[in-house]
């Protein structure tokens, strides 16, 4: 069964995700509609970046990502088919791409598909519509689109390094208030060496050993660990790790080695 994903800022009490979902059902009735997130902050391109860069490889190869992030027409910005690592994605060329991979897509195509004038305001609903469903149909990327070879290049603050400390910061807090650093597994341990360290944020709040779960430490207690997205996390067991310890998007947070 063919698969097209969301990942919109259109929220649950208005009417958009009801129009786009219907008009997906409308072209492509036998598709399986999967939310990844309605509920990314409006316009937020770097939190929509996150999400879906770390759960489209959990769909089967073929499934078709729509991205509804910043869709409204201006004259600046394109719209984008790109298959990268046998998935689709269909969204605007808003620096959401560049976020999101780690490589070159294997393919990258402008749409070209008219738009019909009732959906002045709101392509998703049309221009991205017909393409995810074509696409998720077998169709293919030359039939909707030309080709072209970059997207809009948008940077993810990087953490700094120096032989004995990274620099990192807060780049998201998921839904259970856990804080995610830009901090990856592979960045920190190509740094650390086998090396003892210590975690510092705020309040000169401390943690010098990383858990492998999140019941590792008693409740009520704090935690680092490598969670799903393989970002180091801070977390406090079964507690609001965000509001107790007062770590807010942007924050600071450094690794000492000794």
Not at 8 to 25: N, V
Not at 77 to 99: C, E, M, P, Q, W
Not at 195 to 223: A, C, D, M
Request: charged residues 20%; negative net charge.
């Amino acid at each position: 069964m063919a698969i097209i994903t969301l990942t919109t800022d259109l929220g649950d009490k208005d009417i958009y995700q009801a129009a786009l979902k219907g008009s997906i059902l409308k072209l492509l009735p036998s598709v399986n509609i999967v939310d990844i997130t309605n509920n990314v902050a409006a316009f937020n391109v770097q939190q929509a970046a996150f999400i879906l860069k770390n759960s489209f490889y959990y769909f089967p190869e073929e499934t078709v990502h729509l991205i509804g992030i910043d869709t409204v027409y201006n004259t600046y910005t394109r719209y984008l088919a790109i298959r990268y690592k046998n998935h689709y994605f269909v969204g605007a060329d808003n620096g959401i791409f560049s976020l999101m991979f780690d490589s070159q897509p294997e393919d990258i195509f402008e749409i070209n598909i008219m738009q019909d004038l009732k959906f002045l305001h709101f392509p998703l609903a049309d221009i991205f519509v017909k393409a995810a469903c074509h696409l998720a149909n077998g169709g293919t990327l030359a039939e909707i689109g030309l080709p072209v070879t970059e997207v809009e290049n948008k940077m993810n603050l990087q953490p700094t390094v120096d032989r004995n400390q990274i620099k990192g910061i807060v780049i998201y807090i998921d839904s259970f208030q856990n804080v995610i650093t830009n901090i990856t597994k592979d960045f920190f341990n190509r740094v650390q060496q086998g090396r003892r360290f210590v975690l510092y944020f705020k309040r000169n709040e401390t943690i010098s050993q990383l858990s492998w779960h999140y019941n590792e430490v008693p409740e009520g207690e704090k935690l680092c660990l490598f969670g799903i997205s393989d970002h180091l996390e801070i977390a406090i067991n079964k507690g609001n790790a965000s509001g107790l310890l007062g770590l807010n998007l942007g924050d600071s947070v450094i690794i000492d080695f000794q």
